[in-house]
């Protein structure tokens, strides 16, 4: 999925928001246990307490917890900032202290976190943007689960022998305009008996992104 800058989330229905099971006092670290110079939102990390860290190694104790972070402005003209990453060099202990949400079945989000291995100036995420991944590959229905490193991945296996948490793309449902036309940046697709309309493009900035819904 071609993505520029950071990644980023809309959060469409998470349920962690009403619940509480936000996690947001440990410090982001390493399987090697060296702070975590950047973070997007759309990663994934494990509130290991035990450790002392949230941790972006698939072996330590917890589940995958969404990273979902709020950006302080403090100057108005920067108001309108949405794509940013947490980076350890503006803190003062020099450490990320993420908020990380729970998710739970039934979760719905938007995002282009997946991941690659890729990064350049241009592009400056921590695993780059995944120009391997497209909107094509990316179809209704796909699973997608978590990798090692804490970045989205498409995962091709049978749900039942997945960890948790698995998530599903889900379409995203709009009105045609009042004239009946539809602008090309929607298609239509058929969900069970029903023609509907899908719109790919889903992001405040407007680009590609996909509909997760949490199903495992």
């Keep these: ?33 060296k702070a975590i110079e950047q973070l997007e939102n759309g990663q994934f990390l494990k509130y290991d307490y035990a450790a002392g860290c949230a941790s972006d190694n698939n072996a330590s104790a ?25 980076l350890a060099k503006d803190f003062t202990d020099k450490t990320i202290y993420p908020r990380l949400l729970k998710t739970n079945v039934g979760d719905i989000f938007t995002t282009n976190a997946f991941k690659s291995t890729t990064a350049t100036p241009e592009k400056p995420s921590v695993a780059g943007p995944n120009e391997s991944i497209t909107m094509e590959d990316l179809s209704i229905g796909d699973l997608v689960v978590v990798g090692n490193d804490g ?12 960890n948790a948490p698995v998530f ?31 719109y790919n493009y889903t992001l405040p900035d407007m680009q590609d992104a996909v509909k997760l819904q949490r199903v495992k």
């Design 62 to 86: 917890g589940e995958w917890m969404l990273v979902f972070n709020e950006e302080k402005l403090y100057d108005e003209r920067y108001q309108n900032h949405k794509d940013f990453a947490m």
């Design 1 to 33: 999925m071609k993505r520029i800058g950071y990644a980023q989330v809309e959060p469409n229905h998470l349920s962690a928001r009403y619940t509480g099971q936000i996690y947001a006092q440990l410090p982001a670290r390493h399987s090697n246990g």
């Design 168 to 198: 599903k793309v889900v379409p995203h449902f709009t009105q045609i305009k009042d004239n009946g036309s539809i602008t090309p940046a929607y298609e239509t697709k058929t969900i069970g008996s029903e023609s509907v309309i899908v």
């Design 151 to 162: 970045w989205l991945e498409k995962s091709t296996a049978e749900i039942g022998s997945l």
